[in-house]
């Protein structure tokens, strides 16, 4: 539930279309904005401006950052940790000062930060740690100041709930696993997270559950003792150590950030995912901040630690620079994936979404692959249509109808409430002269779904064969009216007007197809042809000479026959 991420969406769509540029621009403008947010408050809680720099810096390049930025559909994250930053330095200045003004305004960000993305949630606990941090501690005055934003927080929070029901499914993690596995899972992904900070390795779209084979992989097991061991050297830092308090701090930063994205209950297949580091690594970038500027200011491994900086910031550097160049389209990201997750059982629904985007690329054979390598990972698998459903149109594509024939009936077995299952096979038959079989799919088509315009195109396509005109013009009808867009219906429409002598009607038809696409060619085209029967020879030589000049060679031929 992010609707205020949804309106940006909204704004971008109507000035600049699928454009992909200025939705990349406003993600690096909103990430500019948050590392610049970061080094304000770093430099309010520590009151120190190299640390601030040092997690500013750690913030802006680090690659585990890259996917919130780079990917489009993340702009949540981006979007929703700005206000959360936002709201952040304002309770950072109304505790230098209390004022009704500076708690405003953290109440306001707040709010828009749960309106961007609903992980915002975690914000008045993290004003709690904050409260103990700076030394107002956990009071009656403090709690208080908090209410509103824990009532804010519980409703946004039953509305995501809800939100992820809709969306899909939520499962108990212990359902899968069992209760001494699904322990062993939520401690890898936290330690997975704290190695990644220092150590970013093995950076993927998607970090997959392992497959259970009786057990887990055994460096699941081995995550449990290596928290316990971070666990005890925290306990055993001294009192007067003076980074007790800042690694407390920053680890209840991260926990606090993060909480509601680790998978205590699963959403998905992720066992973790980048992006949801994007607020939370501030906590440990704090804590490394804060141990520079404190062994720099004592003159003790300050050049050390400074090095060690400098060198970690050129390989995040490069990793970044790599990692951007991984998102560059669907097919370099899904493959990405796909190596990264090597007999993953869940990784078959990333060759379904590869085999998708080859077909857009019009890469029949990749597309084939990645379709057959689906079934045969798992033959009922299905995502709102199967990889059967795929590789029928690629069949199709081919030429091969008999196998597309059986791709489409094993579709329609898999899903048998799929409407663009029954309109798809309707049009195989349909090209193979079975016009009743045709018939009867996209009748089962629109029974499926009402409102299907193109089920109702092609039923059009099918009475006009068997010669019911009248029923075929209904259909076109009824497709234009449910689609006004839908250009198929008009020409279809316009075409059996015309060869029944209604031209001006016809002529409409194509008048609105060329108000739809101007460069349209054929629309000219075959208005040129309208207008000739009507004796407007002016006219039809008029749009013979647009559709010849946009590249439609019927139409130059027509003005060397009719317009010399």
Known sequence: YHPLTTLTYLFEFHFFGLNPLPYHLLNVALHLLNTWLV?????????????????????????????????????????????????????????????????????????????????????????????????????????????????????????????????????????????????????????????????????????????????????????????ALIVWLII???????????????????????????????????????????????????????????????????????????????????????????????????????????????????????????????????????????IAMNPHFKFENSAYFGRAHVYEEMGDLKAAMGDYNNTILLSPNLAEAYNSRGWLYLRQGDVNAAMQDYNMAISLKPGYAEAYNNRGWAYNNTGNINAALQDYSKAIALEPLFEKPYFNRAAIKANSGDLQSAIGDYDYLIKLHPDDNAAYYYRGMARLATKNTAGACEDWKRSADLGNQNAAQRLQQYCR
């Open 39 to 227: 080094f304000a408050c770093c430099e309010k809680l520590s009151s120190n401006r190299l640390t601030a720099a040092i997690v500013a810096i750690l913030f802006a390049i680090h690659p585990m950052h890259v996917e919130s930025v780079a990917w489009i559909s993340e702009r949540k994250d981006v979007l929703y940790a700005a206000f959360y930053l936002l709201s952040l330095h304002s309770y950072l200045q109304y505790v230098e000062g209390p004022a009704t003004r500076k708690y405003g305004l953290t109440l306001f960000f707040f709010i828009l930060s749960l309106l961007s993305k609903s992980a915002a949630v975690t914000l008045p606990i993290l004003l709690l740690a904050t409260d103990v941090y700076k030394g107002r501690g956990i009071n009656q005055k403090t709690l208080t100041e908090k209410i509103p934003f824990l009532l804010l927080s519980l409703v946004f929070g039953i509305i995501n709930i809800f939100a992820q029901k809709a969306g899909g499914p939520v499962d108990v993690l212990l359902l899968y696993y069992g209760a001494i596995n699904g322990v062993f899972l939520f401690t890898s992904g936290i330690a997975l997270y704290l190695v990644r900070a220092i150590v970013p390795f093995d950076l993927s779209a998607m970090h997959y559950f392992p497959n259970m084979q009786g057990s887990l992989p055994w460096p699941y097991y081995l995550s449990l003792p290596f928290l």
């Open 236 to 374: 055993r830092l001294k009192k007067d150590n003076p980074m007790r308090r800042e690694v407390l701090f920053g680890i209840s930063f991260f926990f606090i950030a993060i909480s509601v994205m680790l998978q205590l209950i699963t959403v998905g297949s992720a066992l973790t995912a980048e992006r949801y580091t994007y607020i939370s690594y501030i906590g440990f970038f704090y804590i490394a901040g804060q141990w520079i500027t404190i062994v720099t200011e004592q003159k003790k491994y300050g050049t050390t630690a400074i090095s060690i900086l400098c060198l970690a910031l050129a390989i995040y550097s490069v990793q970044t620079w790599n990692r951007i160049a991984i998102w560059k389209d669907d097919e370099v990201l899904l493959t990405d994936v796909i190596n990264k997750n090597p007999g993953i059982i869940d990784v078959n629904y990333i060759y379904l979404l590869r085999g998708d985007s080859r077909i857009n690329n019009h890469d029949l054979r990749g597309a084939l692959d990645d379709y057959t390598q689906t």
